[in-house]
């Protein structure tokens, strides 16, 4: 392929985190599982979640526009 002038590369990266977050607790509980071991197993105590109006294409988009 010719590229003219630019050479094809990775100008930037940009990512993006969902705003919502559910704790583990919250999680353990619906799986009937302790959460003491649900949180030592995975070192953390939340996780974020993607909104009702968010999916795939417009957390790209978001993480594309923090490039």
Known sequence: MNFGERTPAIYGWGSYIP?????????????????????RG?????????????DQVTIAVNAAWNA
């Open 19 to 39: 705003i919502y977050r559910i704790k583990l607790d919250d999680i353990a509980k619906a799986w009937g599982e302790d959460p003491l071991v649900v949180k």
């Open 42 to 54: 995975l070192e953390v105590d939340e996780i974020s979640v993607k909104g009702p109006d968010e």
